[in-house]
Structures are given as structure tokens and as C-alpha cells.
């Protein structure tokens, strides 16, 4: 079983930027992916970003394209998610994803507040 732990939220004004941190425990050679979902209330959790373990192979959500960063450090089994140019819109708790052959781990999340 990996434990996934978020960290990194907080309140900014829009057109600011946060960095998110997601650390995993356990071995790393069997990780397949790690990613990024937010769910905002009364919403659905959605996809953010996710980027593959072994290659770094990024993948981003329309809406934060251009915006959002996703990146990684394997020595630390860390995955970041740089967000820039926040909006009102991105308000959410955001939670971590990864995933191994076993199936997918997920982190308790941290809020995201981006005040007008």
C-alpha cells in the first residue's frame, strides 16, 4: 500500500501561484503514474494533471493548460503541480493520485482558495 501525502495549499489573490508537493512512500519501480484531481463543491472530482513515473510523460486538463505544471523528482518520489495565473475557478481541494499495479492511492488533499 502506498501513503500519499498532499501539502502545499493555502489562500492566494488571483493571478497568483501556489506550489503543490504530493510525496509517496513505499518502492518506486512499480509506479506507473502520478497525477493530480480537484473537487470543488458541489462538483464532481476532476482531472488535473498527471505525469508517468518512469518517463515523465506530462498530461494536462484543458482548462489548466498553459497554467499548470506538473513535474516530478524520483529520488525524493515526489511529484509537484506548479500553478500559475490562478483563478477564482481553480478553488478546490486537490488531491493526489498514484498509481501502481495494484490499483490507485490516494492523499487526504489540501484546499486551494483563490480569492477575487
Known amino acids: 500500500q502506498v501513503q500519499v501525502t498532499e501539502s502545499g495549499g493555502g489562500l492566494v489573490q488571483a493571478g497568483g501561484s501556489l506550489r503543490l508537493s504530493c510525496a509517496g512512500s513505499?518502492?518506486?519501480?512499480?509506479?506507473?503514474?502520478m497525477g493530480w484531481f480537484r473537487q470543488a463543491p458541489g462538483k464532481e472530482r476532476e482531472f488535473v494533471a498527471s505525469?508517468?513515473?518512469?518517463?515523465?510523460?506530462?498530461f494536462y486538463a484543458d482548462s489548466v493548460k498553459g497554467r499548470f505544471t506538473i513535474s516530478r523528482n524520483n529520488a525524493k518520489n515526489t511529484v509537484y503541480l506548479q500553478m500559475n495565473s490562478l483563478k477564482p475557478e481553480d478553488t478546490a481541494v486537490y488531491y493526489c493520485?498514484?498509481?501502481?499495479?495494484?490499483?490507485?492511492?490516494w492523499g487526504q488533499g489540501t484546499q486551494v482558495t483563490v480569492s477575487s
Open positions: 505525469i508517468t513515473w518512469t518517463d515523465g510523460r506530462a
Open positions: 513505499g518502492r518506486t519501480f512499480s509506479w506507473y503514474r
Open positions: 493520485e498514484i498509481v501502481t499495479p495494484s490499483g490507485g492511492s
